[in-house]
């Protein structure tokens, strides 16, 4: 589970969201950790930071991994991510990556989202 929180910074943007994410799953499976270990000493053992994209990957991955039981991916407050006006805002990259994941059809993960109806978010979350 993950909540965006307006208060504090690092649960204001996608990389919040998946490094939570990550870990928690780490914490659920010793295939998972073992798989997380490894992308963590690919990264230099912390020492470089690891792209957004190199995390979703790392996801999906993980989530792609057979006989895993159901994930299930409860995204709180998706309004409290932050919105801007510039061309990509922290808000459009989660939806961007939510879409990313429901349209991999992950066997095994249910996604949930709440939020208010917000303009930008109620078209990627309607179908």
Known sequence: ???YDFREDQKKDLRGLLS????????????YYSI????????????????????VRCLK?????????PVYLIVDGLDECLSTSSLSSP?????????ELVEARVPN???????????????????
């Open 91 to 99: 808000r459009e990259g989660v939806l961007s990556c939510l879409e």
């Open 20 to 31: 939570s994410v990550l870990f928690q799953l780490c914490d659920q499976s010793d295939l």
């Open 61 to 69: 991955g993980l989530l792609n991994l057979q006989r895993t039981s």
């Open 109 to 127: 993960l249910r996604i949930c989202v709440t939020s208010r109806p917000e303009a930008d978010i109620k078209p990627v979350l309607e179908h």
């Open 36 to 55: 997380l270990s490894t992308f963590h000493s690919a990264h230099r053992d912390g020492a470089q930071s690891p792209s957004n994209d190199d995390l």
């Open 1 to 3: 589970m993950y909540y």
